[in-house]
């Protein structure tokens, strides 16, 4: 009986942490996104703005 207790308070744990895990992946996915698109539009307007200054 207490293996079998034992046994359901770590799927219990692992199952919980799991949850905080992929929220925390799906944050730092979300940010990471936001800093890449940032980073691309720098480049596309500083890549326009070469441009336009040999005109």
Partial sequence: ???LSLLTLTVLVMTL???D???G???AGAVT???GVVIVI???LWI???FRGRS
């Fill in 21 to 23: 895990l992929i929220a």
């Fill in 33 to 35: 996104a936001i800093i």
């Fill in 17 to 19: 942490s799991s949850c």
């Fill in 1 to 3: 009986m207490k293996k």
């Fill in 25 to 27: 992946i799906f944050k």
């Fill in 42 to 44: 720098g480049l596309i």
């Fill in 48 to 50: 326009l703005s070469l």
